[in-house]
């Protein structure tokens, strides 16, 4: 342990980093005492650690304010073009050491904290929630973008392990509060749901609908270092205050009371399925009521412009798309597209044709996956029920589409089919992919089977200055590299110096006893600190073929029990991931690799050279514990499964090094550091269709493969389950007969390439070396990049670092 820091280090410390003036560092004591006494209500004697973290949150807060509402204000006066990112998921970070890093309070906190005597890091590791990387990376450069989602009062729920088996437990986050959000009531919008469709000689109406109110919570958004502050608005759901009270006599009061549960279930709870589609109604109530009250924030917003409308000059929406981009994430908030249809042709009057350009214009898609289980496809029926005005608008958009398909390839039926936005069969069906594609000006995502697309971009990104990095010397290539990933490249320069790849090596190595104190302390478990860490921390999915990690650690610990003298290279296997709690499979994954533990991690001839743990509950503040400690980055997804990954990026930049197929974003890794400093096996996505072609046949590499049919034989045959020898019959039954995902064709090279890690391993300074090369080679992964190019070619706006005036700091 280095020895504590006097005051007056501590002090010197923040002027040379200049990060925060010392003087601030006495304001924030003063309003962290301030908040605790004041906002929380506590004096020292019962204050809990998790008052301290919000007394703590507050007094950054308070730094926020004063910026965020310039911001907006700035954005009147100036009027830009506006981006809306809308999603039905954000990936929440942690909000507290994000707004303190960007608004450069980190040091003083630190400080502050230290001096009142509150243990800053243990208060911010009970951190809650916050904005995903790319909401972060349009504040920094400076866009006016809007996050629009759910406040869920339910987010993914927490896994917990008991007997090797998963257990759902839900998140209740805000039982305690949330220090970072404010409601905004008197922005409420009402959202119609069922009803029918009448035509008038006024045109088209929708009536008789059941309201819902969409209740906005705005989170800030902070940007780095450049005084702008941006929204993310997430929508609650509220029943009306006569919500089902007119449908009653006096009598019915109470259950009308009791039944607007009813209508606020709509933002009670994220669906956790991970690439999956399930088709439950609450789920498309969920996806048109995010869509539905955006829609009427974005237009009023538009038309509040100072420019634009007055008294007497109606704003012509024609001009929507000059002022207005909307980013679909994935196809979940597709109903924006007949949505605003909708609002421009009936509310508004504008004629279809015009008001269609407009939508197209308007709106992009991101495309997320290429499995055909995930694409949504809503039945008709569900549609002519909820939102019957809708299913006309896609039925009119369709036979348009189709009208111009037919035009341009006259009597290519099948090609109509296939392009069609409403599939026949037993269950009419609308596809949503096909509405996005066709109701956009841009669309990016992965080659598929079916659509053609442009390579993932935003999905797979890195945000520079949550992800990095525990790694790095700083003082080698300076800080910039934190606005600008590509400095990283820098780092070549002193891939052969010696000083630097100790200094490397020794950080990954503190890192490791970190994580290790961290499992020693919170789970009992010990693990050997200078053994190899093989990470693989993502959904447990069959794509992802967690199966073929467990095959090798299953060989790996046969070969060990029939040479136990030879010189192993020690490896701590750790695996950790939530399975979708309605996915057989992948909870029957996680159980076979407890399993697998069990045996393994008990077995005095293996000892400390192989171990196998997994890490329970893996979500961001874990990500952030277990990335920088990785050695060894598993990517093994079958090629042409993975549309990009994000996972992979995080460990290439935190210094492990990857194994992997050339699947999603592994293949621009492998461009960008060298193919020869990543670890590439098996087979390419045209390998995959070859294979295809031919009729994949797993049994045969059972039977061909002696290391193979050992290890699979000992999970049929009970070797890992003694007391339940059956419990894995339906797992290998699947891989020998029906394994969409070909974990056998890879197994052979997967196991001569875990050989070559191995054996690297055995060599640090070529090892920290390779880890060099890949750190350097991570510039182009930056999301900042992604939204600057996002921002040109597809918003049509112009990123910009420059920052806005600061406001002065809170008293
Ligand atoms: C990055 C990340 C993911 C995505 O990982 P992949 O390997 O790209 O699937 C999932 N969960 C958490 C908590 C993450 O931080």
Request: net charge neutral.
């Given at each position: 342990m280095a020895k504590p820091l006097t005051d007056q280090d501590r002090r010197k410390q923040i002027s040379v980093r200049g990060l925060a003036g010392v003087e601030n560092v006495a304001d924030l004591k003063t309003n962290f005492n301030r908040h605790l006494h004041f906002?929380?209500?506590?004096?020292r004697n019962v204050a809990t650690k998790r008052d301290y973290y919000f007394a703590l949150a507050n007094t950054v807060r308070d730094h926020l304010v004063g910026r965020w509402i310039r911001t907006q204000q700035h954005y009147y006066e100036k009027d830009p073009k506006r981006v809306y990112y809308l999603s039905l998921e954000f990936y929440m970070g942690r909000t507290l050491q994000n707004t303190m890093v960007n608004l450069a309070l980190e040091n003083a906190c630190d400080e502050a904290t230290y001096q009142v005597r509150v243990i800053h890091t243990a208060v911010s590791n009970s951190a809650p929630v916050s904005t995903a990387c790319f909401l972060d990376s349009m504040a920094s450069l400076g866009l006016a973008a809007y996050g629009y989602g759910i406040r869920y009062e339910f987010g993914i729920f927490n896994q917990k392990i008991v007997s090797g088996w998963q257990v759902e437990e839900a998140d209740d986050w805000l039982r305690y509060g949330n220090p970072w959000e404010k409601a905004r009531p008197e922005y409420m919008r009402p959202v119609h749901f069922y009803g029918r469709v009448e035509h008038t000689a006024d045109g088209v109406k929708w009536v008789d609908t059941q309201v819902v109110l969409a209740l906005p919570y705005d989170t800030p958004v902070p940007g780095y270092r450049n005084n702008i502050v941006n929204t993310m608005r997430l929508w609650s759901a509220k029943a009306p205050c006569d919500f089902n009270l007119k449908d009653f006599?006096?009598?019915?009061y109470i259950q009308a009371v009791l039944d607007r549960n009813l209508a606020e279930n709509i933002s009670r709870v994220l669906y956790p399925n991970d690439n999956f589609f399930e088709g439950k109604e609450l789920r498309l109530k969920q996806e048109y009521f995010v869509v539905a009250a955006t829609l009427q924030d974005i237009i009023r917003r538009f038309k509040a412009s100072k420019f634009g409308s007055t008294e007497f000059v109606r704003l012509d929406l024609s001009t929507l798309p000059d002022k207005v981009a909307i980013q679909l994430n994935d196809t979940h908030p597709a109903l924006a597209i007949p949505e605003l249809m909708r609002l421009l042709v009936?509310?508004?009057?504008?004629?279809w044709e015009k008001a269609w350009d407009i939508v197209i214009r308007t709106c992009a898609y991101t495309n997320h996956t290429v499995l055909p289980e995930a694409l949504e496809r809503w039945p008709v029926d569900l549609f002519q029920n909820l939102l019957p005005r809708h299913l006309d608008i896609i039925y009119e958009i369709n036979r348009r589409h189709l009208e111009r398909i037919s035009k341009l390839y006259p009597g290519d039926t099948d090609r109509i089919c296939r392009m069609s936005l409403i599939e026949e069969g037993d269950v009419k069906k609308i596809n949503m992919a096909h509405l996005c594609i066709v109701g956009s000006h841009a669309v990016n995502g992965v080659e598929s089977s079916c659509i053609t697309c442009y390579k993932d971009a935003l999905a797979g990104h890195v945000q520079p200055r949550s992800c990095l990095t525990h790694l790095l010397n700083l003082q080698k290539i300076g800080e910039d590299y934190i606005r600008?990933?590509?400095?990283?490249?820098?780092?070549l320069d002193f891939v052969n110096d010696d000083a630097f790849i100790r200094d490397v090596a020794k950080i990954k190595q503190e890192n490791k006893m970190k994580f290790a104190a961290h499992l020693e302390a919170h789970y009992k478990v010990k693990i050997n600190p200078s053994s190899m860490f093989d990470v693989q921390v993502k959904r447990i999915h069959e794509y992802k073929r967690q199966l073929l990690n467990c095959l090798h650690i299953i060989t790996l610990y046969n070969r060990i029990k029939n040479e136990p003298n030879k010189q192993w290279t020690p490896r701590t296997i750790m695996i950790g991931g939530k399975a979708a709690p309605g996915y057989h499979t992948a909870k029957m994954i996680i159980k076979l690799i407890t399993s697998i533990g069990d045996i393994v991690n008990n077995d005095p001839v293996v000892g400390d050279r192989l171990k196998v743990i997994f890490l329970e509950n893996y979500r961001v503040t874990l990500a952030e514990k277990i990335i920088p400690a990785a050695d060894l980055s598993e990517q093994i997804s079958t090629a042409g499964t993975e549309a990009s990954g994000t996972g992979n990026m995080k460990f290439m930049l935190n210094g492990a090094l990857t194994i992997g197929t050339m699947d999603g974003a592994n293949v621009e890794m492998a461009e960008e550091a060298g193919e020869e400093n990543l670890f590439i096996f098996g087979m390419r996505v045209h390998d995959v269709e070859a294979l295809d072609k031919k009729g994949y046949d797993a049994v045969s590499y059972y039977n061909r493969v002696p290391e193979l049919k050992q290890a699979v034989d000992q999970i049929a045959g009970g070797f890992f389950s003694p007391s339940q020898p059956g419990l894995f019959k339906d797992l290998v039954n699947m891989l020998m007969?029906?394994?969409?995902?070909?974990v056998f064709a890879d197994y052979e090279d997967y196991i001569r390439c875990q050989e070559r890690v191995s054996a690297l391993y055995k060599n640090p300074k070529e090892w920290t070396k390779m880890v060099i090369h890949n750190i350097a080679g991570c510039g182009k992964f930056s999301s900042d990049r992604t939204i600057s190019e996002y921002a040109r070619e597809i918003w049509g706006m112009e990123p910009s670092l420059e920052k806005i005036a600061a406001p002065d700091a809170p008293r």
């Open positions: 906002t929380l209500v506590k004096d006599n006096v009598g019915g009936d509310i508004e009057k504008v004629p600008d990933l590509d400095q990283l490249k820098k780092l007969h029906h394994d969409r995902f070909k």
